[in-house]
């Protein structure tokens, strides 16, 4: 028989009975009934029920073990009785009788407790996730993700991609937050950087010939931590593609993420459609740029019924050049007390509250209420409400100003309105291409033009587009949005060396400086570099998704706490002496 096992602790069924087993796993639970001893044994695959009683040369050794012993115990396979068979266990006809025991590995007192469905400090969990990931959901989540990963796999195989690795020590390169520095020794005062995306790597995979490349890429960024985003590394599905339009890297992409949700998705509905709405009408319609589509809720440009009109806040507003007026709709949200705790919530948000018009049927007849309604009048009020296609029951939420100022607040108000009225549906998966973004945005501050979305795209029009304003020109740039989350980023890319330092040049980066940072990619494409473009899906995000979990470290094996610190690891840590002197540093303490 093996060392540690002849089964695993789902593998049992009322076909063994009768057999010696060897099985080795965790002690899950003890249960004393009165001289005789209950174990629930756990390994990765399941659990299975052991007994020892008096009559067994192991019991008096068995009742040492504790909580979390890890033991391998020699038994006979025994038929349970039919009244105390298990269902919900695969192993729960049988039980095995122990005759034999020997302690693999005892257990101090728990910090945290793996059966149950206690909640602990997030503290306590990362300190010892080891313990933290022996919990069930959290073998779920682990196994689910690494599934996801052997699922794409599979499929961009399928498509006819390779995957290539890319260097993970490379030079720093900008690509919209901080790098991770790494000291050289054998270059004393320089620098490598770890790898934010294989973003110019890629590039120069295709302008050497490779037609089509992913690669499950860790990536590093020093960033600000949120639920949806680990302050340091994270994994994507990284792809490039020669010869390739924006279609072409969306009819690739889909199905492998289309595949991947049906497979994992637990039987939820997958969007089959998925819509490409432009940067200006997400912005418009959801204010967000990565919509959550489940909820119906559109919003609209109402500026005109305020214009002059009797409340003077609106009016006055729209006086200044760049203000309008939206609506939030809100299907069968016409109650007072609905309307109030919406204002609330934009109080909550920062603003001085959120204007609202509920109609209600007043017997003789449908009646606007609210102070809005009092103050525009009828015509005005039933013009909004026919633009908006509400009817009794309803209410429509209002905020004006420079977009730019609400719409954050505004896509927030759309969601919690979705979520409080029931009509976000829940058990699906709603996909939306973002597209055309503006490459360009000037400070309002200085006037002065930088990028505010991806350098590298290719502005849609090439040359000619760049030679008019800035802030009109849009990339070939997009981005996937999935139940409000952004899955996935990419671009065509500019891969025409003059069209590259004009567009640079727009945003304030000369020609030597172009050369300096992007030296690698600018020289490359003088030698023939074809068409191309891709995209990155980010695989702790759809992950997080599938799991149904509302925070990405649930699926992380071992992640970082929002303080960017291993708890476990402790790092990060101060450097020896030793190693500071080697590397020529010197640290200088804060103020």
């Known amino acids: 028989m093996h060392a540690y096992r002849s089964h695993t602790c789902a593998a049992l069924t009322a076909a063994n009975v009768g057999e010696t087993v060897r099985l080795s796993g965790w002690v899950h639970r003890v249960r004393d009934h009165g001289g005789v001893l209950f174990i629930d044994l756990r390994d990765h695959f399941g659990v299975t029920q052991v007994l020892c009683d008096g009559d067994s040369a192991a019991f008096a050794e068995l009742e040492k073990v504790r909580s979390e012993w890890c033991i391998r115990i020699d038994g006979t396979v025994k038929a349970r009785d039919p009244e105390l068979v298990n269902p919900k266990l695969p192993t729960g006809e049988i039980e095995v009788y122990v005759r034999e025991l020997e302690v693999l ?45 052997a699922s794409m796999r599979r499929r961009m195989w399928d498509q006819g991609f390779r995957e290539y690795q890319t260097p993970i020590i490379t030079a720093s390169s900008p690509e919209g937050a901080r790098d991770f520095l790494v000291p050289s020794r054998l270059h004393p005062g320089k620098f490598y950087a770890l790898p934010q995306a294989p973003q110019q790597f890629k590039q120069l995979i295709m302008v050497s010939g490779f037609d089509k490349y992913f690669q499950i890429a860790p990536c590093f960024r020093d960033e600000d931590p949120r639920a949806d985003r680990s302050p340091t590394d994270f994994y994507q599905l990284d792809i490039e593609m020669s010869f390739v339009e924006q279609q072409d890297v969306f009819d690739t992409i889909q199905p492998v993420l289309t595949g991947v949700f049906e497979e994992f998705g637990g039987g939820r509905k997958v969007d089959q459609e998925w819509p490409q709405i432009s940067y200006k009408d997400a912005a418009l319609w959801y204010g967000s ?11 609209q440009v109402v500026s005109d019924h305020f214009r002059g009109s009797g409340f003077a806040i609106f009016a006055k507003l729209l006086e200044q050049d760049g203000t309008e007026i ?51 009048g009828p015509e ?38 979705g979520e409080e009225l029931g009509l976000t549906e829940k058990d699906r998966f709603a996909f939306a291409w973002i597209v055309d973004f503006p490459i360009y945005e000037q400070d309002e501050e200085t006037g002065a033009i930088d990028f505010e979305h991806n350098p590298f795209s290719m502005p849609q029009g090439g040359m000619d587009a760049l030679n008019g304003d800035p802030l009109d020109v849009r990339g070939y740039q997009y981005d996937l949005a999935c139940n409000g989350y952004e899955l996935v980023s990419g671009a065509i890319r500019n891969h025409k060396p003059e069209i590259m330092l004009k567009a640079f040049e727009l945003a304030g980066y000369g020609e030597d400086e172009v050369k300096s940072r992007f030296g690698a990619l600018f020289n490359a494409f003088h030698y023939g570099a074809p068409p191309h473009g891709g995209c990155a899906a980010g695989i702790d995000r759809i992950v997080m998704l599938l799991a149904d979990e509302a925070n990405i470290r649930e699926v992380m094996m071992f992640p970082m706490n929002q303080r960017a610190e291993d708890l476990m690891m402790d790092a990060p840590s101060d450097p020896t002496s030793d190693q500071l002197m080697e590397l020529g540093l010197r640290i200088i303490p804060q103020e």
Do not use: H
């Open 380 to 417: 005005r009020t039933e013009a909004i409400r026919q633009q908006l296609g509400l009817g009794v029951g309803d209410a429509a939420f209002f905020l004006g100003g420079k977009p730019k100022a609400f719409e954050k607040v505004a896509g927030k108000a759309r969601d919690v309105i």
């Open 326 to 376: 939206r609506a939030i709709p809100a299907p069968t949200g016409g109650s007072r007390k609905f309307c109030d705790r919406m204002n609330a919530f934009a109080q909550k948000e920062g603003l001085p509250g959120m204007g609202y018009i509920f109609w209600r049927d007043q017997g003789e007849g449908m009646e606007a209420a609210g102070p809005l309604a009092k103050n525009i």
């Open 289 to 299: 740029d990565k919509p959550d589509l489940r909820n119906p809720i559109r919003m």
């Open 105 to 149: 590995g005892a257990a101090d007192e728990l910090p945290l407790m793996v059966f149950g469905d206690q909640e602990y400090p997030e503290e306590t969990r990362l300190r010892y996730r080891y313990l933290d990931l022996r919990r069930e959901a959290m073998q779920q989540n682990m196994t689910l993700r690494s599934d996801v990963v």
